[in-house]
Nanobody, 126 residues
Framework: QVQLVESGGGLVQAGGSLRLSCAAS????????MGWFRQAPGKEREFVAA????????YYADSVKGRFTISRDNARNTVYLQMNSLKPEDTAVYYC???????????????????WGQGTQVTVSS
């Protein structure tokens, strides 16, 4: 059974930092592209960041470029999202996602992802 479990969300003031983690089980983690998405109240889910199987290639939404960093530890079956210089508009539920197909490429669109975590709330106060 595949499980993706996010953690690390919380309440932070604008300008602060948070580090999200996503622990994966039940899949061959080290071969799979992974991504982070977010959904704010009343809005559609949007892409945040993604990386390929070994973390050698990454891609970011323009809104987070230069502030967020995605990384992975294949030995721990975990993907991370380091979020710095947080803004109130970053407030959302953050989800990690896994593609079930091994691939060396980075996947940006949500349609490529087969497994999703339950989400972790990030709230940035002004």
């Amino acid at each position: 059974q595949v499980q993706l479990v996010e953690s690390g969300g919380g309440l932070v003031q604008a300008g602060g930092s948070l580090r999200l983690s996503c622990a994966a089980s039940g899949l061959t983690f080290s071969t799979l592209p992974m991504g982070w998405f977010r959904q704010a109240p009343g809005k559609e889910r949007e892409f945040v960041a993604a990386l390929n199987w070994n973390g050698g290639s990454t891609y970011y939404a323009d809104s987070v470029k230069g502030r967020f960093t995605i990384s992975r530890d294949n030995a721990r079956n975990t993907v991370y999202l380091q979020m710095n210089s947080l803004k109130p508009e970053d407030t959302a539920v953050y989800y990690c996602a896994a593609d079930k197909n091994p691939d060396w490429r980075v996947k940006v669109h949500s349609t490529f992802y087969d497994y999703w975590g339950q989400g972790t709330q990030v709230t940035v106060s002004s």
